[in-house]
Nanobody
Framework: QVQLVESGGGLVQAGGSLRLSCVAS????????MGWFRQAPGKEREFVGSITWSGFTYYADSVKGRFTISRDNAKNTVYLQMNSLISEDTAVYYC?????????????????WGQGTQVTVSS
């Protein structure tokens, strides 16, 4: 059974930091690219960033320089380090897995999804 379980969300003041984790099980994690998406109330789900199986990363312009994605294939875990948070970062954050070699910015190209974790940034 495939599972992606996010954790690490919470309430943080603007300018603060959070680190999200996503633990995967039920599939060959090291063969998959991983992505992070977010969805704010009333908005569509949007791409945050992704990491290929070998560690190449891609980011949305809105988070570039503030967010960092990493992965530990031995622990079947992908991380999203979020620094210099702003109120616009408030959303439910989802991790997802895709078989695309270079990952993807398109949610529909991801095969597996987690349940999401809430991040709230207070100004």
């Amino acid at each position: 059974q495939v599972q992606l379980v996010e954790s690490g969300g919470g309430l943080v003041q603007a300018g603060g930091s959070l680190r999200l984790s996503c633990v995967a099980s039920g599939f060959s994690f090291s063969d998959y690219a991983m992505g992070w998406f977010r969805q704010a109330p009333g908005k569509e789900r949007e791409f945050v960033g992704s990491i290929t199986w070998s560690g190449f990363t891609y980011y949305a312009d809105s988070v570039k320089g503030r967010f960092t994605i990493s992965r530990d294939n031995a622990k079947n875990t992908v991380y999203l380090q979020m620094n210099s948070l702003i109120s616009e970062d408030t959303a439910v954050y989802y991790c997802a897995a895709t078989g695309k070699i270079r990952s993807s910015r398109i949610a529909g190209e991801y095969d597996y999804w987690g349940q999401g974790t809430q991040v709230t940034v207070s100004s």
